[in-house]
């Protein structure tokens, strides 16, 4: 016999390998709440999240990913340590969908299902109109690729969507 190990041995060590990097694969890719875009945000789902959102008056942010996706991990890395998001997130109802809780319906991919994307939500309907400010004109018009695009989505959306408010407060 050439070799000291039977199969069944190197099956069974094959086998714990794999098993070893889905392990170790999923807790990289976030299984927090956050789902590796920050547990120290306040995260619903989609359906609790909208409404969240209408309860409170305030817009949703709907951070779509994939739990295999080299980009939303990326973004998600950046995201999570990013204080002037998560500061910035307070005047938002935070939504992480995630692999199979992404919507079909056509509403939640404006110019396509690519990912990472991120939609805002406000009175009813997600804002095809708010766009990340660095892809305007471009392919992908709802990725975002840093933190710093992030925040400066957010500063549109919020002053869009704070703007009604403004103005009601001053006709009173």
Same mark, same amino acid.
């Given at each position: ?20 990097f889905?392990?170790?694969g ?8 956050g789902?590796?875009?920050g ?6 789902t989609?359906?609790?999240g909208?409404?969240?959102a ?15 996706? &080299?980009?939303?991990? =990326? ?8 204080? %002037?998001? #998560?500061? +910035? ?16 319906e056509?509403?939640?991919a ?28 471009q ?10 695009q992030v925040?400066? &989505?957010?500063?549109? =959306? ?8 403004? %103005?009601? #407060?001053? +006709?009173?």
């Amino acid at each position: 016999r050439p070799f000291p190990f039977s199969r069944m041995r190197v099956l069974l060590a094959i086998a714990v390998c794999c098993f070893a990097f889905m392990v170790v694969g999923s807790t990289a890719a976030g299984t927090g709440k956050g789902r590796g875009f920050g547990d120290d945000y306040d995260w619903y789902t989609l359906e609790d999240g909208l409404s969240q959102a209408k309860t409170l008056g305030k817009p949703g942010m709907i951070v779509m990913h994939k739990s295999w996706c &080299g980009a939303c991990k =990326a973004l998600g890395r950046k995201f999570s340590k990013s204080t %002037d998001v #998560l500061e +910035a997130a307070q005047d938002f109802v935070m939504i992480n969908v995630q692999d199979d809780d992404e919507p079909q319906e056509e509403e939640y991919a404006p110019d396509g299902q690519y990912i990472p994307r991120i939609l805002f939500h406000w009175n009813g309907a997600v804002q095809t109109h708010i766009k990340n400010p660095a892809r305007i004109g471009q392919q992908y018009q709802f990725f975002y690729q840093t933190p710093e695009q992030v925040l400066e &989505g957010m500063k549109v =959306a919020k002053a869009e969507f704070m703007k009604p408010i403004k %103005d009601e #407060l001053q +006709a009173q």
